[in-house]
């Protein structure tokens, strides 16, 4: 249970910096916050990790799990129809089987010690597959380090899934090096000034009525379920999975057009089971048919969700639009932790689970 009648942002309190600080003991809400920083530091960073340029023509497996895999899913959103060779992103103890020498894999895990990817880095070994490693040490930069496998050095301190411009970044400029796609340096650096404009317009020194805020006081109470559709795909299941560990909660993400196909027939009795909310991501460049299918989809559901919300990406790039949703559900994960009155930092159950997995 939270100690929310201690520490939660109440309802006519405002979601400032210090009402947030009373819950947030880590400054989660900084690391968001440090977004457009956090790209520019990780274009550098991979570029001084010195990799030779590796061509690879089965493509790219981006192995990791949670915080660092949503990287890779972000970037090959971003890559979209760029992509000229298949960018696959495992969550598993294994690889694709058709992995072969001609593959890169990228072996990504924030602390270096995450035992499904450590996996993958060995498998990959096995196959004589082409290896990166994007980390901030443990034994995977150890291994790496014995093999002479490049690292993309990551700065320490964070929360994994605070790193998630650092992943992002390091899967784009990978895939580009093994020529899965094209080099976005320069709209990587762009999108990191349009993030800072959207910092402003989000940020806790936005009015209460700003949309982070509205989103978060919105599904307060309720079980999000988040729909994206192609380029927002990843990105609702960002914002399921920084719901679940920033907030504390149940939060569930699918995507259109499938969900047209079932989970619409479901909402019909929502409110006979519990207290839904809905939220669609939208791209401003989606194809029509799939706004269309959003925007009467919403109107569909509307009427059984405790709140409902159709939110569209923002930019002009696909890595700006990508960028600028993950940090509107980001800030939304942050200020419902605090409206919850949990911490949004620490996730000792995910440790707990680790640590008694260690003992087997
Ligand atoms: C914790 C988090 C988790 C981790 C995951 C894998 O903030 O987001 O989802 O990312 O448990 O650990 P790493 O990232 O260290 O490989």
Known sequence: ???????????????????????????????????PEHLRDALWRVESAIMQDWDTP????????????IGGALARAALGDHASRPIFVTRAYGLPPWTTPETMVLCASYSGDT???????????????????????????????????????????????????YMTVAALEVAALCGAGPRLTSEIDVTASHTEQLVAEWGPEAPEDSLAKEVARGVLGSVPVIAGAGLTTPIAYRWKTQINE???Q????????????????????????????AVFLDDSD??????????????????????????????????????????LGDLVSIYLAALRGVDPGPVPVLEELKDALAQQ
């Open 1 to 35: 249970m939270s100690d929310s009648a201690v520490t939660a942002v109440q309802g006519a309190e405002p979601l400032s910096r210090a009402t947030i600080a009373r819950v947030d003991g880590s400054d989660q809400l900084g690391d968001v916050l440090a977004l």
């Open 58 to 69: 089965a493509g790219l497996v981006v192995a990791g799990m949670g915080g660092s895999a």
């Open 115 to 165: 035992e499904e990817t450590l996996a993958c880095y060995e498998s990959a070994g096995a196959l004589g597959a082409k290896r990166t490693v994007v980390t901030t040490g443990g034994r995977l930069a150890e291994m790496a380090r014995a093999d002479g496998v490049p690292v993309i050095p990551l700065p320490g301190g964070f929360q994994p899934r605070a790193a998630v411009a």
């Open 246 to 248: 920033n907030a504390k």
């Open 250 to 277: 149940p939060c569930f993400s699918n995507e259109l057009p499938e969900l047209d196909h079932n989970e619409l027939a479901g909402w019909k009795g929502a409110q006979d089971v519990g207290r839904f909310s």
């Open 286 to 327: 989606a194809h029509p048919r799939v706004k269309a299918r959003m925007e009467l989809t919403e109107r569909m559901i509307a009427g059984n969700a405790a709140a409902s919300f159709r939110l569209e990406t923002r930019g002009q790039t696909s890595i700006e639009r990508v960028i600028s949703l993950v940090l």
